[in-house]
């Protein structure tokens, strides 16, 4: 067991149902390990994420988000992939101008059959989240023990 | 009644035996990223206070926070100290009309008593200011207001130059000012008759019957044509001394959460809507009727006096420049007409 | 640089003119208020009051807006060139007709009084309308106007920007000013007023503030049109308009879009292509 002092990023993952997720269930059937940091949402297609969901996991403690879905022209419903990819790409943009640190924000493409780069990327998505800390919110105050235990229920 | 004249150096020190037993507000610049604002908070030191102008909020952030916690409602604020009793220092007369009508809703109506607001007002002591001349906006005097004294506040002082009269009126608080130098009332008195003299004019004059006729001003047809342009946003109920209504709600989830109150405004679309969706006031022109109304009408009906005090913020905020002023006119204007019309028909 | 007195001129001719004719019902300007004599929106129905209108550097109002009210009627409004944007975004979303509509557009708009939209803005002939007045600006004076225009806030580091916009929002009192002036925001529902799903709280605190001005930063992405209507209407100073400039901005860079151009433009969210830009994307 590592330092029990060594801070665990809580890290929400917005995977797609076709690819990602089925990615997620081929890394875990062929026994590849992953960091347990990710608390996986499965959603039907990345298309669907509204950017709203992504602050919100923000405000509710997440010290990080990663979102995967289908390559670009994979897509279980032909583009909705697409569309998701313009507005990460301005979402992201929002939020590094608005003091969001890059690290943060991990976007990325997952095919059902790739279980191995799955736990690649959540391997890097936690590297990540843990060079920057902890999330203390949009106003700097942190999250108290009562919501940290709330927040693990609920993602 | 007690009359004391005082230098600015003898009010500082004033202000310092003060600050210990009370916790002080008063209106000071705030930096405001483009602008200075003038705001009421809560101080330490006497050189802050700006006298000189009429402050860009009330002290309505003050006596009715905009969101309270029930018994947290200051807080992150450095020198309150919820022991303590609060002495508003500067107060203006429509600001001071204005605390009046809170009273009158929330302690003197018998029919439902605010505890958090009578126990926040127990504590508070309100020093007022008279004013020395108009600004743009203000219309306190069309509406029968003295702009140079309001009889309302316990202790109000007269700014001439560096040196302060202090009028105390009631008996309660001349402790607190014993020690202070005597005035002269008649010099007093010159200096407020000079005052009302150098008080210009008001290019604004109404005459309108108070309170508003009810029936006939609900059903006129003006009130969708003076609110065209409004945006239907909530700054002008929120820069308001008189605008008191609120809401409540919770915050939190699974069990656990902590009761609110906060500001509501009648200007939000969402203000009246019922559970069912319905909203009987569904466009900017009933809700804006419902304003007016409220402080031109309802609330002469059923307390005393107006719920406006021509403060004129409202005009100064409004991001479209929608002037109550001319809401007003209109009003004024249409009873006219109207009323000719009626004592026809009877 | 155009002359004020002479746009204001023109603009009340056309005005009496349309009214004159019954063109329309309504032409919607700016004029001077009855006793503050500041700008506001005036609504000019018959055309002895079309004297009136005038244009300015305070007309800082967004009129666009008031288009919504008047579906189905014939009006005139007068159109800085953001607001000829803006106009162009409502004709692609459908939300309103141009048949029932003239425009009078203002060519070579100097810039409105304290609005920081207008340092950073290079579009400055209207880009539709029926009636033009004004003198068109070419693209060197536009340049010259602009010069030396730098975002601040993109040169902080991350925590300055963090403490920056804690800093500003702060004092948001959530009166929605920002919301109600800005021609984006016609929702028939804000996500504010939304309880399910409840996205942010109601009460006025600096986290709430925050995820407000984020969120609706968001849904400013390829649709706002830069016009500043947000920051002049904040009654508190905040600089509110941060976020929609910077999603402006990024429009641009990455995915050369400007809003509003044109009536038959899709909005940059609604399409996608094959190759668009994955920056910021996890290797």
Redesign the interface.
């Known amino acids: 067991m590592a330092d029990s002092n060594e801070f665990e990023p809580k890290i929400a993952a917005f995977l797609c149902t076709w690819c990602s997720y089925a990615a997620a269930d081929l890394a875990g059937s062929s026994r590849t390990q992953y960091p347990p940091n990710i608390r996986v949402m499965r959603v039907p297609c990345t298309g669907r994420l509204d950017p709203f969901l992504i602050i919100k996991a923000f405000n509710m403690g997440a010290d990080g988000i990663l979102i995967s879905g289908c390559h670009p022209g994979d897509c279980h419903y032909l583009d909705g992939n697409l569309y998701a990819r313009r507005r990460f790409v301005m979402l992201n943009e929002l939020m590094q101008y608005a003091g969001v640190e890059e690290e943060r924000l991990n976007f990325t493409w997952c095919s059902a059959s790739e279980g191995k780069r799955f736990a690649g990327v959540v391997k890097k998505a936690v590297d990540r989240v843990k060079t920057v800390g902890p999330w203390m919110g949009f106003d700097g105050q942190g999250f108290s023990k009562e919501e940290g235990d709330l927040i693990n229920e609920q993602l | 009644m007690m009359i004391k004249k005082i230098s600015k150096e003898r009010f500082k020190k004033l202000f310092d035996e003060l600050k210990e037993e009370y916790n002080i507000a008063a209106p000071i610049l705030k930096d405001k990223g483009k602008e200075k604002i003038l705001e009421y908070d809560f101080i330490n030191d006497f050189d802050q206070i700006v006298w000189d102008r009429q402050p860009d909020s009330s002290p309505k952030n003050i006596i009715f926070p905009q969101n309270s916690m029930l018994g947290n409602d200051y807080k992150g604020s450095k020198y309150y100290d919820d022991n303590l009793s609060t002495i508003i220092m500067g107060v203006r007369s429509c600001d001071i009309e204005a605390v009046k009508v809170f009273d009158q809703v929330f302690i003197e109506d018998d029919s439902y008593i605010d505890d958090s607001y009578k126990n926040r007002r127990d504590k508070t002591i309100i020093m007022g200011i008279s004013c020395a001349e108009r600004e743009d906006s203000c219309f306190c005097d069309s509406l029968g207001l003295d702009p140079i004294e309001s009889d309302y506040a316990p202790v109000y002082i007269f700014k001439d130059e560096d040196e302060f009269f202090i009028k105390i009126k009631d008996e309660k608080y001349e402790d607190l000012f014993e020690d202070l130098p005597k005035g002269d009332q008649a010099q007093l008195k010159a200096l407020k008759k000079q005052r009302k003299e150098e008080f210009n004019e008001s290019s604004f004059s109404l005459d309108i019957p108070t309170p508003l006729p009810e029936k006939e001003m609900f059903e006129a047809d003006i009130w969708e044509e003076m609110t065209e342009k409004c945006l239907g946003c909530g700054v002008c109920t929120y820069y308001c001394p008189t605008c008191y209504c609120f809401n409540f709600f919770w915050e939190g989830e699974d069990g656990e959460s902590t009761k609110y109150k906060s500001w509501d405004s009648c200007m939000f679309s969402s203000y009246s809507v019922h559970a069912s969706g319905h909203n009987p006031r569904d466009s900017k022109g009933k809700r804006y009727r419902n304003r007016i109304m409220h402080k031109f009408s309802y609330h002469p009906l059923n307390y005393e006096g107006l719920a406006c005090v021509g403060c004129g913020r409202c005009i100064d905020r409004c991001p479209v420049n929608l002037d109550i002023r001319e809401a007003l006119k209109m009003t004024e204007e249409y009873l006219l007409e109207e009323g000719g019309d009626e004592s026809g028909k009877d | 640089m155009s002359n004020y007195d002479s746009i204001s001129q023109e603009i009340s001719e056309i005005a009496k003119k349309l009214l004159k004719e019954s063109k329309v019902d309504k032409v919607i300007g700016f004029g001077l208020?009855?006793?503050?004599k500041?700008?506001?929106?005036?609504?000019i129905k018959k055309a002895e009051d079309a004297d009136r209108l005038i244009f300015n550097k305070n007309c800082e109002?967004s009129l666009t807006?008031?288009l919504l009210?008047y579906k189905g009627e014939k009006v005139a409004i007068v159109a800085k060139p953001c607001d000829s944007r803006a106009i162009n975004a409502y004709l692609s979303e459908d939300l309103i007709k141009r048949e029932d509509l003239v425009i009078i557009g203002i060519n070579g708009c100097p810039g409105i009084e304290?609005n920081t939209a207008c340092e950073e803005c290079n579009i400055r002939n209207a880009v539709i309308c029926d009636y033009s007045v004004g003198q068109e600006m070419s693209e060197e004076e536009i340049q010259a106007e602009i010069e030396g225009f730098e975002d601040e806030?993109?040169k902080m580091n991350?925590?300055?920007?963090?403490?920056?916009?804690?800093n500003?929002f702060e004092?948001c009192?959530r009166?929605?000013?920002c919301?109600?002036?800005c021609y984006v925001c016609n929702c028939e529902q804000c996500?504010t007023?939304s309880n399910k799903p409840k996205?942010?709280?109601?009460?006025?605190?600096?986290?709430d503030n925050?995820?407000y001005h984020?969120?609706r930063?968001?849904h400013m992405?390829?649709r706002c049109v830069n016009c500043g209507a947000c920051e002049?209407?904040c009654?508190?100073?905040?600089?509110v308009r941060?976020?929609a400039a910077?999603?402006c901005s990024?429009?641009e860079e990455?995915?050369d879009y400007k809003s509003g151009m044109d009536p038959e433009q899709k909005t940059?969210?609604?399409e996608?292509k094959?190759d668009?830009?994955?920056?910021?994307?996890?290797e």
């Open positions: 208020g009855r006793f503050t500041e700008i506001t929106p005036i609504f109002m807006k008031y009210n304290g806030i993109d991350q925590a300055e920007r963090l403490a920056y916009f804690q500003e004092r009192t009166c929605y000013a919301r109600e002036a996500f007023d996205w942010l709280g109601e009460s006025v605190k600096l986290n925050f995820t984020l969120m930063g968001i992405a390829g002049m209407a009654p508190e100073g905040i600089d941060a976020f910077k999603m990024a429009a990455i995915f940059l969210l609604s996608y094959v668009d830009s994955e920056k910021g994307f996890m």
